[in-house]
Nanobody
Framework: QVRLDESGGGSVQAGVSLTLSCRLT????????LAWFRQAPGKQREGVAA???????VYSDSVQGRFTISKDNAKNTLYLQMNSLQPEDTAMYYC???????????????????WGQGTQVTVSS
């Protein structure tokens, strides 16, 4: 059974760091593009960061330089290290796994087959 289980969310003050984890089980995730998406209240879900099967990483402009995506194959876990958190980072964060077609964009949600249940991050000023 495929499972993506996020953890690590919470309520924090602006400026601090937080690390999200996503445990991946039930599929050969090494072949997949693994990503973090987020959805803020009243907004559409958006791509935050992704790491491809060859470990190339990409980021949205809004988090470039502050967030780092990584994976630990020994622990079957995907991470999102978030530094210098701002109130605008407040959202439900989801991890996802998908196969990006040739010419496709990592941030296109339709490319992702598997999703976690989400973990809430709230940043107060």
């Amino acid at each position: 059974q495929v499972r993506l289980d996020e953890s690590g969310g919470g309520s924090v003050q602006a400026g601090v760091s937080l690390t999200l984890s996503c445990r991946l089980t039930g599929f050969t995730y090494q072949y997949y593009c693994l990503a973090w998406f987020r959805q803020a209240p009243g907004k559409q879900r958006e791509g935050v960061a992704a790491t491809t099967s060859d470990s190339t990483t990409v980021y949205s402009d809004s988090v470039q330089g502050r967030f780092t995506i990584s994976k630990d194959n020994a622990k079957n876990t995907l991470y999102l290290q978030m530094n210098s958190l701002q109130p605008e980072d407040t959202a439900m964060y989801y991890c996802a796994a998908g196969l990006i077609p040739y010419g496709g964009t990592w941030s296109t949600q339709d490319h992702y087959n598997y999703w976690g249940q989400g973990t809430q991050v709230t940043v107060s000023s």
